[in-house]
């Protein structure tokens, strides 16, 4: 009689943090907006002098103006017909906003394909590529097509001591271990981000929130 209230207690335990997957997993790319206005900064900043660039930089506004009239998705995907003749840093910055609103269409599989384009980019550099995997990871995720094994196994350069984006491969890892039923992996990866002093404040607040709701 003990092992069918055990079972119960696991099918629920997996349920719950099912639940919380549906309920936080967005927040586990909220980072993404602000590394592509990041990105898009910086890349503005280097190359503003630059006529080619300028018009790209022309461009890429005339895309993200017409947000108020088109659909996200209909932006994304003029901003990878831009990408596919733009100069390195605008080809970037247009291929991560992109993504980014793919995901906010809601085409998860779309969004993790157009990181993957960046992560698989030589021309751009190393620091925005691997951030590109850690996005795209959490976008195949979403999509819920990608053998989470696999996906795992792509974060784990990312999640050890050090990496640039830790902290994001972390709450990605976890958002992971929760979607799979894995409560204590999630605990583990959600605690690593709420005890450190280094990471972002907004991810020590989301990490502690999740955390309180699945029981530390």
Same mark, same amino acid.
């Given at each position: 009689?003990s092992?069918? @209230?055990?079972e119960?207690?696991?099918?629920?335990?997996?349920e719950?943090?099912?639940?919380?997957?549906?309920?936080?997993?967005?927040? @586990?790319?909220a980072?993404a907006?602000?590394?592509?206005?990041?990105?898009?900064?910086?890349?503005?900043w280097?190359?503003?002098?630059?006529?080619?660039?300028?018009?790209? %930089?022309?461009?890429?506004?005339a895309v993200l103006?017409?947000? &108020?009239?088109? &659909?996200?998705?209909?932006v994304a995907?003029?901003?990878?017909?831009?990408?596919?003749?733009?100069p390195?840093?605008?080809?970037?910055?247009?291929?991560?906003?992109?993504?980014?609103? /793919?995901?906010?269409?809601?085409?998860h %599989?779309?969004?993790?394909?157009?990181f993957?384009r960046?992560? +698989?980019?030589?021309?751009?550099?190393?620091?925005?590529?691997?951030?590109?995997?850690?996005?795209?990871?959490?976008?195949?995720?979403?999509a819920g097509?990608?053998?989470?094994?696999?996906?795992?196994?792509?974060?784990?350069? /990312?999640?050890?001591?050090?990496?640039?984006?830790? @902290?994001?491969?972390?709450?990605?890892?976890?958002?992971?271990?929760l979607?799979?039923g894995?409560?204590?992996?999630?605990?583990? /990866?959600?605690s690593?981000i709420?005890?450190?002093?280094?990471?972002?404040?907004?991810?020590?607040?989301? +990490?502690a929130?999740?955390?309180?709701?699945?029981?530390?």
């Amino acid at each position: 009689m003990s092992d069918i @209230f055990t079972e119960v207690e696991e099918d629920l335990r997996r349920e719950r943090a099912k639940a919380l997957w549906t309920r936080y997993g967005r927040y @586990f790319v909220a980072v993404a907006v602000i590394a592509i206005l990041a990105v898009g900064a910086h890349t503005w900043w280097r190359s503003y002098e630059r006529s080619q660039q300028l018009e790209a %930089a022309d461009r890429y506004q005339a895309v993200l103006a017409q947000q &108020g009239q088109a &659909g996200p998705a209909s932006v994304a995907a003029d901003l990878e017909a831009l990408a596919d003749a733009a100069p390195d840093g605008y080809r970037m910055t247009a291929l991560m906003r992109a993504a980014a609103l /793919h995901g906010e269409a809601g085409d998860h %599989a779309a969004a993790a394909q157009t990181f993957e384009r960046v992560a +698989a980019d030589d021309g751009v550099d190393r620091l925005y590529r691997d951030l590109a995997e850690v996005l795209a990871v959490s976008q195949a995720a979403r999509a819920g097509d990608r053998d989470p094994a696999d996906l795992l196994g792509r974060l784990a350069p /990312h999640l050890e001591a050090g990496a640039a984006w830790r @902290f994001t491969a972390l709450e990605v890892a976890a958002g992971l271990a929760l979607q799979a039923g894995d409560v204590d992996t999630a605990r583990e /990866h959600l605690s690593a981000i709420a005890d450190s002093a280094d990471a972002p404040q907004r991810s020590r607040a989301r +990490a502690a929130e999740i955390l309180s709701a699945v029981g530390e």
